[in-house]
């Protein structure tokens, strides 16, 4: 029987579906599902009554700084998941991908799939279909090791850890509605100076804590300092890794209380604690020689991993030529 694959775009009809990846889960197609301005695509693939693979994307708007202004793009974590032979594999994503491309290219300027774990994966599938790779950098650090997280810290941070601490800061996990609607607020006012990075509507934090708590999938990090919530981190949990989705601080205002450094040095000591392996930070950019968030975030002792990512673009003369580029 050949290979067949279906399209949900609404979770009233999604049957039960296997898998441990959250990437392209139930529970996060439900949670886009439920934020304003996002919308998913959950592709599955099945051959004779039995699932091969899934594959989950979300199209929402994004805001850039050189036209067009406003479009939407769909993106995807990682190349989907499986439930075949690792020589089926590749097929069955060629068929994920085709179906993909062809819903989300006719309702987004933009596709990108980004972290892949294996960059080679897929390759000659994402050129048949118009793709065209850009190198790129993960950073993620090894909680694997018996040493303690702090052990591969930069001096600097951790004097700056003890200082905030001494200086009144404390940081601890909530799943107060009340606390998670303002650590939202606080953390829109961070990322709105921060032009290049997406930030969704406040209404995704709680809905994460709706969606993906209850299965461990998720935790957000509060920093507070005299009852006033002055930074903050998001984190998601599929298998053995823990990723920062979103951290930010009022560094300017709570200077002596470093509550951006302090967010993220919570969740690296909390992940360590329950047993993850890993801590990836979620974007740290294009491979430039300066990039402020990279550099912040190398200081906790992550490690740089190439990698690429794949786009595609809907104006065919221009994707064209980005693909003769950067073949």
Not at 129 to 157: C, D, M, T
Not at 169 to 193: G, K, N, W
């Amino acid at each position: 029987m050949p290979l067949l694959v279906t399209l949900y775009q609404a979770k009233s009809q999604i049957p039960d579906l296997p898998g441990t990846d959250l990437f392209h889960s139930t529970e996060l197609f439900r949670l886009y599902e439920a934020t304003p301005g996002y919308n998913p695509l959950l592709i599955v693939a099945h051959e004779d009554g039995c699932i091969r693979g899934k594959l989950l994307g979300v199209i929402r708007r994004s805001v850039r700084l050189t036209p067009p202004a406003l479009i939407q793009r769909c993106e995807v974590y990682g190349t989907g998941e499986y439930f075949c032979t690792s020589d089926e594999r590749e097929s069955v994503f060629e068929a994920l991908l085709s179906r993909l491309t062809k819903e989300a290219a006719r309702r987004s300027f933009l596709i990108e799939f980004r972290n892949l774990d294996d960059a080679k994966f897929g390759y000659r599938f994402f050129r048949q279909q118009g793709y065209f790779p850009i190198n790129w950098l993960r950073v993620r650090n090894s909680l694997h090791a018996p040493q303690l997280p702090e052990k591969r810290f930069s001096p600097s941070r951790l004097r700056q850890i003890r200082k905030g601490l001494k200086n009144g800061a404390e940081v601890r996990e909530t799943h107060d509605p009340t606390e998670i609607q303002s650590f939202a607020r606080m953390l829109h006012r961070v990322y709105s100076f921060k032009v290049r990075r997406h930030f969704p509507s406040m209404r995704f934090f709680r809905e994460m804590e709706r969606w993906l708590t209850d299965g461990e999938h998720s935790r957000i990090f509060i920093v507070t300092y005299r009852g006033r919530i002055i930074g903050g981190s998001a984190c998601i949990y599929s298998g053995t890794n823990a990723y920062l989705w979103f951290s930010g601080g009022m560094r300017k205002t709570y200077a002596l209380q470093y509550p951006g450094i302090l967010a993220v040095w919570y969740a690296l000591v909390d992940a360590k604690r329950r047993g993850y392996r890993h801590l990836e930070f979620m974007d740290v950019g294009l491979p430039f020689h300066h990039h402020g968030y990279r550099e912040f975030v190398l200081r906790f002792g992550g490690r740089q991993i190439s990698t690429r990512r794949w786009f595609r673009l809907k104006w065919q003369w221009l994707n064209r030529l980005l693909s003769w580029l950067y073949q």
